[in-house]
């Protein structure tokens, strides 16, 4: 069994994320698997190598406008039987305000039917 060496909970959620790597034209388009104030995991059919920097967009509630923030993979994984990525990103460079609306979301994901972190 892994240990979770992660500083902050991660919460099952699948919200609308853009990630482009710096210095890269290419913007993936694709949803998040679980997501915390530290980062968050998503699929990808393109590679992001680890220790690589990404540009992150990040739309929490449908309507709002989405946050950017800076990370970096800290790990990737191809899915089985697929062509498609497991990409955990960690958040560096996050804005007080976006912590707080990340904050206020995973507070309230956290009280839906008293759902326990991914």
Known sequence: MAIDRREHPRFQAYRPVR???LGAPLVVETLTKDLGI???RCVSP???PVSS???VELVLS???EPFSVRGRAVWVRM???SEQFDIGIAFYDLPEANKRRLS???DHLSSLLGKVPA
Do not use: D, K, M, N
């Open 62 to 64: 449908t309507g709002e």
């Open 19 to 21: 990630l482009q790597r």
């Open 79 to 81: 899915i089985p039987h």
């Open 53 to 55: 920097e990404v540009h």
């Open 46 to 48: 393109r590679l992001f």
């Open 38 to 40: 530290g980062g968050l």
């Open 104 to 106: 206020i979301y995973l």
